[in-house]
């Protein structure tokens, strides 16, 4: 199947966060913004799945993805920490930006379906997913299923992940399950998780309860903006603690989603920064308006959410 034959590494496990791409004011990606923040999320033990929707990926270019991705390698940010979001519409963009980020090394890759056209068969996605693998051609390949039905409206099926896993094992590594639905992930859980096959939940909201069901971790927005309270209770699951900072990182998830998520973490993160370019956002988005952020920092103040100061 591939031409390079080197046994696939270890996969990534733990909290990661889908980082929020910063721009300046003409809009152009700041690279060292960028980087500065990814520096900070690995201080706290996050990961990084850059290009995932919180990061506007779709509004990025692949050259702008390949040469932030580059940016951060040259600074030294670890490749084994990275998940890139490599999924596109077009079969030859998925591919470019796959073997770019396996040839650097990363830990794996999170593929959206082609989400375009809608109501395509799990023959058509199968033969998709099958394409990237053979066309990037390279065992130390892992993928992971990127499924967010209500975003992409193409649904990943369990028949679908079963063809997959069982033509690409060690391949196919896993999934990030956005659905926000508790049977959904536990379903992919129970049916693949004893055969290898990672899932994340795609919210801290489920990270508990999927952790004591085998989960992975999770990949979330908010680990933009509350990393070391995310990760705590990922470190700390098991232990006579976890439900009381499982109450506390909710009730940050559930303030964030209160309003425009990727707008709202950008507001946050520009006040703590003291960068206001932190708050743009690329069209066909808007920033928070002053009166969502004036609501934001006074729901904020009101449940004591502190910036990580690591």
């Known amino acids: 199947m591939s031409a390079n034959k080197t046994p696939p590494l270890p996969g990534i496990r733990g909290v990661l966060a889908p980082v929020v791409t910063p721009f300046k004011n003409d809009l152009e990606p700041d690279a060292d913004a960028f980087l500065e923040h990814c520096q900070w999320l690995l201080r706290n033990e996050v990961s990084l799945a850059v290009f995932g929707t919180n990061s506007e990926a779709t509004s990025l270019s692949l050259d702008e993805r390949i040469g932030l991705t580059e940016h951060l390698l040259e600074a030294g940010v670890p490749a084994r920490r990275l998940m890139p979001g490599t999924g596109c519409c077009a079969l030859p963009d998925t591919v470019r930006l796959t073997r770019h980020a396996v040839q650097a090394g990363a830990a794996g890759v999170l593929v959206l379906p082609p989400f375009y056209y809608k109501g395509v068969s799990d023959e058509g996605l199968f033969r998709y997913f099958s394409e ?4 990037v051609a390279d065992d130390r390949l ?20 079963e063809r997959l896993l069982a033509r690409y094992p060690g391949i196919v590594a896993g999934m990030k399950d956005s659905t926000g639905d508790w049977a959904s992930a536990r379903a992919y859980i129970e049916a693949f998780g004893k055969d290898g096959f990672d899932v994340f939940p795609g919210s801290e909201l489920l990270l508990l309860e999927g952790m004591r069901a085998g989960a992975a971790g999770c990949i979330s927005a908010t680990a933009n903006v509350n990393p070391d309270g995310i990760y705590a209770v990922y470190n700390q699951w098991d232990a006579d603690g976890a ?7 909710s009730e940050i998830r559930k303030t964030f989603q209160r309003h425009p998520m990727i707008a709202a973490m950008k507001h ?20 928070l308006s002053s009166t969502a952020a004036s609501e934001l920092a006074q729901q904020l103040e009101k449940i004591d959410y502190q910036w990580s100061r690591t």
């Open 132 to 135: 990237v693998i053979e066309r």
């Open 142 to 161: 892992r993928m992971y299923l990127y499924h967010f039905p209500a975003m992409s409206a193409v649904p990943l099926s369990l028949t679908l992940i």
């Open 268 to 287: 946050v993160i520009a006040q703590h920064r003291g960068q206001p370019s932190w708050r743009n956002v690329r069209p066909p988005l808007t920033a």
């Open 243 to 249: 439900d009381a900072l499982n109450r506390k990182m």
